[in-house]
C-alpha cells in the first residue's frame, strides 16, 4: 500500500453509490427519533444525510472531499445540506445539534488512535445539552484470522471474477484491503486502509472526549448486542 492515497477522488465518489449496503431506511429510521437537526461526520455523497431530510430532519456536514460532495449537489435535495469542508476530527460548524454522527465504518478511515480521539471530541463540542452522538461500525474479527491475512473471492462471473486483499498489522491496527476486479474490461483496484478499534476502544475515547455510553445495539433494527455481532450502534451522551 505504499503510496496510497486515501482521499475519495472524482472516481470514488462517481461509483461510491452503485452498491448500497441494504440497511439505509432502517439507519434513518432510528436516526430520525433524536431530534429535527443533525450533523454527520464525513457526509460524503449523502447516502443517509439526503434521506434523513426527506424524513424531516435537518442535516448538516462535515466532509474532506470536495468530489463526494459535488456528488451531492447532483441529487434531489443536494443544494440543502450545509457543508462545512474539513476533517471530521477538527473542523467545527460553530453549532450544537440534538444528533451527531457517524456511520458506515467512517471513523476508521482515522488511522490513529489520536485522531480516533480527536474525533470524538469535535462530536461532543457540537453536542446541545442531552444531545447524543452515534457510532456504527463493525466489530473486528482478526484474530481469528491466520497470519492475519486473508484472500476472499466475492464474485466468479464468466467474464470476470472479483476478490477481496487483506492484510492486519495488530500493532498499529491497520487494515490494508484492496478490492481487486480482473475481468475482459481490465483489472481495477479499489484499495482502503483502516484503523480498526473495537466497542470497548471506543468507549475510552468517549470517556476521554467526556461522553459516556447511554446504549448499544447490534444494529439498526435495536438487535442486542452479543457475542456472534458483526457490527453495533452505539450512542453516547454527554458524561455530566
Not at 445539534?97 to 482515522?110: A, D, G, K, Q, S
Not at 481495477?188 to 470497548?200: A, D, E
Amino acid at each position: 500500500m505504499k503510496g496510497f492515497n486515501p482521499s475519495f477522488g472524482p472516481e470514488i465518489a462517481r461509483t461510491y453509490d452503485d452498491s448500497p449496503r441494504g440497511d439505509e431506511d432502517e439507519t434513518v429510521r432510528f436516526l430520525a427519533g433524536f431530534g429535527s437537526r443533525a450533523l454527520e461526520l464525513a457526509v460524503g455523497t449523502g447516502r443517509i444525510a439526503l434521506p434523513l431530510q426527506e424524513a424531516g430532519v435537518v442535516v448538516d456536514g462535515i466532509e474532506l472531499s470536495p468530489d463526494m460532495v459535488a456528488r451531492m449537489r447532483e441529487k434531489p435535495g443536494g443544494d440543502r445540506v450545509e457543508v462545512t469542508m474539513g476533517d471530521m476530527s477538527t473542523v467545527g460548524t460553530g453549532r450544537t445539534y440534538p444528533l451527531v454522527y457517524l456511520v458506515y465504518n467512517t471513523i476508521t478511515n482515522l488511522l490513529t488512535q489520536d485522531d480516533q480521539v480527536r474525533c470524538f471530541s469535535n462530536a461532543a463540542r457540537h453536542l446541545d445539552p442531552g444531545g447524543v452522538f452515534v457510532v456504527e461500525c463493525g466489530v473486528p474479527s482478526w484474530s481469528a484470522r491466520q497470519l492475519n491475512q486473508y484472500i476472499d473471492v466475492e464474485a466468479v462471473e464468466v467474464d470476470h471474477v472479483e476478490i477481496d486483499v487483506n492484510r492486519y498489522d495488530p500493532v498499529t491496527q491497520i487494515l490494508d484491503e484492496n478490492h481487486v476486479h480482473i475481468g475482459v474490461d481490465g483489472v481495477r483496484f479499489g484499495p482502503i486502509r483502516q484503523r480498526l478499534s473495537y466497542p470497548s476502544e471506543f468507549d475510552l475515547m468517549a470517556r476521554i472526549a467526556g461522553l459516556r455510553l447511554r446504549e448499544r445495539r447490534g444494529g439498526w433494527n435495536g438487535e442486542p448486542f452479543v457475542a456472534a455481532s458483526t457490527r453495533h450502534v452505539s450512542v453516547y451522551e454527554h458524561s455530566a
